[in-house]
Nanobody
Framework: VQLQASGGGLVQAGGSLRLSCAASKRTTTNNGMGWFRQAPGKEREFIANIAWNGANRNYADSVKGRFTISRDNSKSTVYLQMNALKPEDTAIYYC?????????????????WGQGTQVTVSS
């Protein structure tokens, strides 16, 4: 399974971006999916995850109310809508497919990772 993340870019503070993560195989429709990010000099951190059927979604406190995760299993794609962006949101964003149908916040519970897409928020 290959995951292709896209949609990153440069945006001013307060702006919005929508990230997409397309999977190469339909098998990911049974997997929980997650978004993580990693800023320079920092560890990779959990942002949001979603169960295989979209019924269960979780967010990090730092993005709650601003980011929304969703998925379209017919397209094998997961999205991350990011609104009210802040300079501290600047990072490389990664999507990942969990080992189970119900994802975790722990990076060790994910078996497939995308290559990452850069998000830069200017002040």
């Amino acid at each position: 399974v290959q995951l292709q993340a896209s949609g990153g870019g440069l945006v001013q503070a307060g702006g919005s971006l929508r990230l997409s993560c397309a999977a190469s195989k339909r098998t990911t429709t049974n997997n929980g999916m997650g978004w993580f990010r990693q800023a320079p000099g920092k560890e990779r951190e959990f942002i949001a995850n979603i169960a295989w059927n979209g019924a269960n979604r979780n967010y990090a406190d730092s993005v709650k109310g601003r980011f929304t995760i969703s998925r379209d299993n017919s397209k094998s794609t997961v999205y991350l809508q990011m609104n009210a962006l802040k300079p501290e949101d600047t990072a490389i964003y990664y999507c990942a497919a969990a080992r189970s149908s119900y994802p975790s916040t722990d990076t060790r519970m994910y078996q497939y990772w995308g290559q990452g897409t850069q998000v830069t928020v200017s002040s």
